[in-house]
Structures are given as structure tokens and as C-alpha cells.
């Protein structure tokens, strides 16, 4: 068969006038997606707020126990149970040591535990959900019943039989983690995906040809931003959480080592007695957590396309 | 609807916080025990009996007379059931048990007892000599794998029986008649009475225990006993409710109708229980807690014949050297150990026996009237010499290794100190793994470990009982010391009938125990309790037992 092309003359075109070309000009500067992001995150002054305490608690957490005088398992039995002072401005607690450098060694531990969480959540939670939400029928199917039975066995049998393999340890919190932290997220970016791979824009994006790939993370997600933040937020404190219970039981860090879950839990006996020892560490945890909620809140604001100026 | 979310999230960490603070008790939800509507039914009754509820802290691993090992079982075992002889709960030495008369040989390696009459069971079927040699036939059978059976390898033919060499005829238990029981010993045995009164050689209703060996002693419809109580209730992990055994032979002395022990593993738990009147009695007081307890004349504290100490497993490198051991041992300050970690008054370790027991000069404690031979404060100079000449100068070179205990905040505690010591001290680096009392034990008696924390009480009192430990394929010798001289002294002074000359071969068997070390004492028990002042009778041994035979409630 042979193709017929349209003729066309040159005479059918002519040049636009610049006057006509200006007018359909931005008037802004074009942004890309992050710069637009972190241009709306700026005004949000709670949103700030908690960046700033996420990153002052990051920086004790990293330089803090280099500058700090004290070790953080470093005991002198003549100081036990102190009362905060100048030189020990949290206290010491049974063993005599600086509850200060502890509380920012510890949070090493919990926030390299929030951080592997969200890792984990945000990759393998988001793309998982995200596949089978797009893919639909069988893929999905199949997908979903993994998800039910990972979601099904209680997180403890994991640690359990971890511990027989690997021994306690960071390395088996982080793997529990791994395991079963996505299941939450990934069952959430699907049934947003649902919903919105049903909308017009995507049609559009079918109709224009993108690919299926560049639908998922350019179209989709970012409409799912909103849920997909407010979980990630609540998983890190979650997370933390997690860990101070596994310690707490034998399953996670070992002494001398403490992360803030660790703290709290040993400091709940003489919470009569020397409750400083308690409020440090617990306030920690709060800090950090209203940190993250405050910019996760922020976030989801500014993540979210449909409130894009 | 920005500001709506931001007060939104101030919520959640407040609810944050909240979960934080449950999340932390969890245990109390689990444990505590709720003895108000128990109150309530019992003010509805007409005639209101009379309950004391004891903190038990953990639940017993078995109460079956043969098998158990544990001081907690032991409570239950006690106040359940009774042997030929019982204990006296004013000098804590044995008296007329069932047997109300015994005749012993002259040369002690004969023991005839009369049992009284009209002996029953607490379900009121008849109790004969029979069920008293079955009990103690129960021990010796090499199928109930007893930790315990050593014990009453003095009965003649005892071991070769539990080692398969002689048929249970041959064992030196005879039945006379229904009431006569006859018991012949290889040696003569000083301590014999005293492993009469014990826990172990106690009468068995056969029919119930062979219809289910190992879950007779798990339901309280099985658990026949023959003491002064016996098991009304066994709520697992919760609580075992006793009550008066109408069929004991001396009832009239036991005053209280029901004692109910509960298991609140969690001191802070506990002492809130028995600041709110719930429980009666406790004895897991809170290390934090003692100092001002003690000090406030509220808590008690009795010296007890046990020790605490760490086993080095001697199969594993590097603890098959004794100069490794040794080193371990002399680099950790006791003194400031007990001071200002443990707080429950304890004395630091000297020597592996603790204090109380009659040493040669009958006059003078065993544990004082030889020099120590553990300094209470560290030596660190020598403690580094014995470590470098055993190959780790500074500790280089030095594996990592594991220390294992079972959960509690004050082995914890303990542990987390000496690591410290060592580590500051030697350049050592241990690791700490806890793990749950019953994993516990069973991981440590595979030898699955390169050092555990474990602590025993003298089973008796008397000074061979701890020195049994160590010998040689022990059941309970978990560091598998194996050294024939140590279990050559043993031996002898096992059958020495001279208790001065007795005395003397205890010290040269603690004397090769304190050269080789495989265990570490660190200190001797104390029990610091907490007592309401109106439950009067109790009595709390130096073994660690209680007993609430003689406990009544004083009416206000």
C-alpha cells in the first residue's frame, strides 16, 4: 500500500509578529520540581523550624560525642547519680557516666534507625506499591497476597529467627526493618495509585505515549505525596520505637551501647529517684519527633502539585 | 487547615509520648496480678479466709520434686509437700517430717524411720512407706535425667543404679512394712538428715506422676501433695493459689487458709503492687530502690548462703588458661561493685563459700578463719602480669568475647560495670547478650557460652554442698571444670566423719577451686524484703526459701 502524504505549501505559514510571541511568554522564570519545592518550603515557618532541629540533632549526633570530655561508656562509680551540673549538664546516671554524651550517642543509633526506616519505606515501600497499583490484574494480585503474608507474621518471629541466624545486633534491627517496615507504605502508594491512574492527565499522558516508568515517577507520585509523607513521618518515630523494645528484650543493642529507647527504658526504675534521668533522653525523643512531623507537614504541602501556585 | 494539621501533629507526639510511657510497662499489663475481684468474692463468703499474696517474681520452671533446680520452685516444693524430715523454722536444722522417729545405725550407714500414722495425700487417699520409696526411687532413675540424683548417690547402690551398673532391687530403700522405711548408705553420710528435710527426696503418689511423668507436676489436678498446702490454682505466669491441706498431719499449726504467689517479674511493678496493698510480701526489690528502703527500716535484709558469680567456660579459648581466668578475676573492684551497683548489702566475694557456714574451730566461720584469697579491691598490676603472661599483654590479641546473662536489670547492671572494669583495666572487650531465664539455662548447660553469669545457694547447711558443683561431669557444672585432685579432695572429705578434719579437706578443695578459678565469685547474697507487719510467722531461711507454714495474719 502506499502511504499519501498531505502537500504543503510554504505559503500556508507565516512569521509571528513578536508582539504576539511575548504575550504567550512566562512572565517567571521556570523552576524545576525541587526548586519549586524547597521555594514554597521556605515560607512555612513551622516546616523550618523543624528542619533546624533535625539538623542540630544531627550534628550533636555526629560531632557531639567528639567534642564531649566524657566517654560515652566511661564509669567513675564517685559520681553515680548525679544531678545535672555545669560539668555533667544532663546528669549520670547509675555507673557515673555523662548522660549528656549518651543521650548524643544515642542518637546515632535511633536516627541511623529512623533513617534506614524511611530509606526502606520510601524505595522498596513506594516502587513495590507503585508497581502493583499501576500494573493491576494478576501483577497486582499476586503482588498484594506477598504483602498480606509479610504484613501477617508478627515482626517479633522475623527478630527471632534473625537472632538465630545473625546474632543480635544493629545489623538484625536493620534487616527487621528491611522486612517488614515497607508493608505499610507499599499498601498505601497502591491504593493512591488506583485512584489516580484513573484521572484525566493521566489518559493524557497514555494518549501522548510516556512511558510507563516515567508515568509512575513523574505523574503519579507526585500527586501521592501527601499520604506517602504523612506515613514516612510516622514510621521514624515508629521505628525508634521498635528498636528500644528489641533492646529492651535482648534483641537489639548490646551494653554499654544505648540508643534513646535504651535510655528511657533503663532510667524508668529510678524515675522516682533521679528523674532527670528519664526526662533527657525522653525529651530527646520528643524533639526529634516534633521535628519531623513539623517538616513532613510542611512537606506534604509543598510536595503537593495541585497546591502549586 | 495549615494551622489545624501543625496542632495535629503537637497531638501525635503528645500521643507519642503516652505510648512511649506504656510502651515502656508493657510487662505490667501482662503480669500484674488482680486480686480485687478475688477480695471482693471472698467478702461475700461468710466466713472470710485468710490469704497471704507473696511475690514468687517468676514463674517456676517445674515443681516436680525430682527435676527442679531453682530456689523459686523450690518456695512451691516446700510448702506443698514434706519428707521423712522437715525443716525447723527456728534453727533451720531438720525435724520429725512424717517419719515422727528415726533409729541410725551405729556405724550412720543405716536409717530406719517410722513414719506416723494415718499419713494421707491431700486428695485423702492413704500415704505408706511405698509412696516415700518411690519418690526417692523417682530421683535415682536414670530416666528422670534429675540434676539432683548426685545427691542421693549416698544411698547404697544409688549411682550404679543411676548409671545403669545395678537393678532397682539392689538400691538400699527398703520398705519394712507400711510404715517402716529403711534406708542404707554406702558411707556414712554427716549431712544425711539435712538431704532428708531437703526438697529432693520427697514422697510421689506413683499412679498420678507415671500416668503423665512430665505434666503431672504442671496441673493442679495432678499435683497431689502432702504438705502443709497444697495447689488450689495454677494460673500460668500469673499466679499458683495454695490453700490449707486438710489432710496434713500437723493442720492445726497452719494458720492461714491460702497463699497465693503471684509472679511479678518487674521490681518497679512489684513495689508498686505492695505499696497499694496487693501483695504481702516481695523480695525483687529494685537495686535502685534498696538504699532508701533499707534506710527507711522498711525492707529487711538476711544474709544468705548462696554466691554470685560468673562461670568461664574452661572448653573455650581463651578461658582454658587459669592465668586468663585468674586475671579476669583480680581486675574487677568488688568492693565498689556492691556498693554502688548491687546497693542490696551485699559482702564481696572472698573465696568461693560465703559467710554462715561452722568451720573447723567450731567456734569460728569457715569463710574468716582462712585469709582471703580474692583482695575486695582490684589488683590491677597483677591482674595485667598474669594476662601478658598468658599471651595478651594489654589485652592484645585478646578475642572478643560473650557474656551471657538472663534478663534482669540487675545482672544488667552488674555486667555492664564489670565490662567496664575489664575493659579499662585489662584492654579486654566482651559483648553482652541477655537472654530469658529458661533459654537461659538451657544454652548455658549446652555450653553454648564463653562466660555466664550464674549464682547458686547452699543446698543445705552444710560446706560440701557448693564445693559439689565443680566436680568433675557435675550436672550443674557448667564450666566443665574437670580436675581429679579437686575430685579426689571432694570425695574424701564427702565421707570424712570427723567434722574438724572435714573442715580442714574443704579448705584445701576451696583452696584448689580459688587456684584454678573456673568460676569467678563476685559477691554473696543478701535478700533485702519487703514484709507487711501483719503477716507474722513467715519464715525466710538462709537458703532462700520461704515458708508459710507458721504465718497468720494479726487481726487489727
Redesign the interface.
Known sequence: METKYLELDDELFEDVNKEEKLKNECLQPSLTYWQDTWRRLKK?K?ALAGLVIIIIVTLLAIFGPLISPYEY???N?DL?NQAPVLSHPFGTD???RDIFVRVMYGARISLSIGLVASIINLTIGVIYGGIAGLKGGAVDNIMMRIVDILYSIPTMIYVILLMVII??GLKSIYITLGISYWVGMARIVRSEVLRIKQEEFILAAKVLGTSQRRILLRHILPNAMGPIIVTLT?SI?SAI?TE??LS???LGV???KASWGVL???S???L???PYQLFFP?AA??IT??GF??L??GLR?ALDPKLRK | M?KK??IL??L??IA??A??AV???NKETNTTPTPAPEKQAEENNTVEESIIVANLAAEPRTIDPAINNAADGSTVIFNIFEGLARINLDNDKPEEGIAEKWDISDDGTKYTFHLRENLKWSDGTPLTAEDVKYGIMRVLDPNTASSYAYHAYCIKNGKAYYEGNASAEDVGVNVIDENTLEINLEYPVPYFMDLVAWHLLLPLKADVVENDPDGWSQDPETIISNGPFRVKEWKHNEYILLEKNPYYWDKDSVKIDQVKLVMITD??TSLTAYKTDKIDYMANI?S??IP?LVESGDAKVVDQLGTYYYCFNVDKKPFDDARVRKALSLAIDRQ?LV???TQGKENPAIGFLPYGLTGVDKSKDFRTEVDPYIDINANIEKAKKLLAEAGYPDGEGFPEVAFKYN?S?NH??V???I???W??NLGINI?????EWKVFIDTVGQGDYEIARYGYFSDFNDLGSLFDLWVTDGPNNYPHYACTEYDELVFAAREEQDSVKRAELYHQVEDKLMEDMPIMPIYYYTKTYLLKSHVKGMHISPLGWEFFRNAYIEQK
Open positions: 512555612d513551622m561508656d566511661e564509669q562509680f553515680s547509675q555507673f557515673g546474632g543480635s510516622l518515630p520505637f528500644a523494645f529492651f528484650i535482648g548490646s551494653a554499654p528511657v527504658n533503663d524508668i526504675s529510678s522516682s529517684l533521679f525522653a525523643i520528643c519527633i516534633l512531623n513539623f513532613g507537614d504541602d | 495549615k494539621s501543625q501533629s503537637v501525635l507526639v507519642m509520648l505510648t512511649l510502651g515502656c510497662n521490681g518497679n529494685p535502685i530502690q532508701n565498689a556498693k554502688t551497683i534478663t536489670e544488667k547492671a555486667a555492664e560495670a565490662q567496664a572494669m575493659k579499662k559483648s553482652l547478650t541477655n537472654q
